[in-house]
């Protein structure tokens, strides 16, 4: 079952589908999982680690969305710049050890 309910698509045209709920038991995920389980793009493995892969601007856009439907405490007027604050600051400055969730960055991102 394809947790993140989009099959993801791949250079070559193929699509595969996204990771299912077991291949994450046990992975440190993103909470609140029902705002940011749609981001997922699959879960990478390598040398002593495995770990779940985001897709850097859906986490951003998610948190945007959070912070448009309320008031920034945060000072600022735009919810996408306080998005990216707070995605750099709490999110890509957040090394929680072994198993710390990645960040797709597209090219278009930078």
Known sequence: MNITGKE????HGW?????????????LALEPRAMYDQCIVGVVRRFN????LYDQKC???AVTADYASEPLATGDDDPYIAAVEWFEFNTIGAWMGKGTPGFLQRDEDV
């Open 49 to 52: 680690d495995t770990f779940v």
């Open 15 to 27: 699509f595969i589908p996204g990771p299912s709920e077991e291949i994450l038991d046990g992975l």
């Open 59 to 61: 986490v951003i856009d």
């Open 8 to 11: 993801i698509p791949t250079p």
